[in-house]
């Protein structure tokens, strides 16, 4: 585990989830409206949309804010028109950086993503220097107590599973990004709750990073989550657990 899941432990660690809801919902909101602009409000024919509708459903994001960001996606409302693009970079250490961003002016966003970087040991690089470093995967987060890792084990490879990891309470389902829906929907089927469902960026090869490199990078992870229009940033740095422990307090 590392870079974006070690974050995620981070960040449940700090007891910043919650204080980040209304952070969290912003995101959901403009996955929505993307996928229902690209692919049509029909969840049955358009997967992107069903994903994003199943990860909102799991933060608790309300059923009439899932409707309204769907109908401004299809045009049905009036809404600001957004663009994809994926910026890439370095951290400190030379660590990998991807991020995903949701933007209705890219000029703002790529002189704040380079402001940021800049000012805290990292650089924006050209687009491909780091991308061909990570591989697309669906991953389903489960809560431990909520089930056997045997019995998880038994239904998620069943449906097409690569991997299954605990850290902290909580399994996670690493899947093949074709198989992501698949092995989702065998989970919920079994009736196993899920935490989180999402398409993930996971890196090929991690970076191990000393106290001093860890601090700046989780300060540095900080400030780009914290960025409006930012949706992901994936890494591919790795920390002692000893040393996650002290950062996270």
């Known amino acids: 585990m590392s870079g974006h899941s070690k974050w995620a432990t ?7 989830l919650d204080a980040e809801r209304g952070r969290l919902f912003s995101r959901l909101n403009k996955e929505i409206m993307i996928a229902a602009r690209q692919g049509g409000g029909d969840v049955d024919s358009n997967p992107r949309l069903r994903t ?31 663009e994809e693009v994926s910026y890439e970079g370095y951290g400190p250490g ?10 209705d002016n890219k000029n703002r ?13 990292g650089n924006l690089g050209e687009t491909g220097c780091v991308g061909w470093m990570f591989d697309r995967k669906g991953l389903v ?14 239904v998620a490879l069943e449906a097409g599973a690569e991997d299954i990891k605990g850290e902290e309470g909580v399994f996670e389902v690493y899947t093949p990004f074709t198989d992501f829906e698949q092995v989702r929907s065998a989970i919920e089927e079994k009736g196993i709750p899920i935490d989180a469902a999402e398409i993930t960026m996971i890196p090929q090869n991690t970076i191990k990073l000393d106290e001093k490199k ?9 400030l780009l989550d914290e960025h409006d229009d930012i949706q992901n940033v994936y890494a ?7 040393l996650m422990e002290k950062l996270s307090a």
Do not use: C, W
């Open 94 to 103: 030379g660590v990998a950086l991807l991020m995903e961003v949701v933007t």
């Open 109 to 121: 966003t790529v002189a704040e993503i380079r402001s940021i970087l800049t000012k805290n040991n």
């Open 141 to 154: 987060r489960v809560p431990a107590d909520r089930v056997t890792e045997d019995d998880l084990m038994e």
């Open 214 to 222: 860890a601090e700046q990078m989780v300060r540095l992870m900080s």
């Open 236 to 242: 591919n740095f790795d920390i002692d657990d000893e």
């Open 52 to 82: 994003a509708i199943a990860t909102a459903k799991a933060a608790n994001m309300p059923q009439d804010n899932i409707k309204r960001a769907i109908q401004k996606g299809t045009g049905e409302l009036p809404g600001v028109t957004y």
């Open 10 to 16: 981070i960040k449940r660690k700090k007891g910043k």
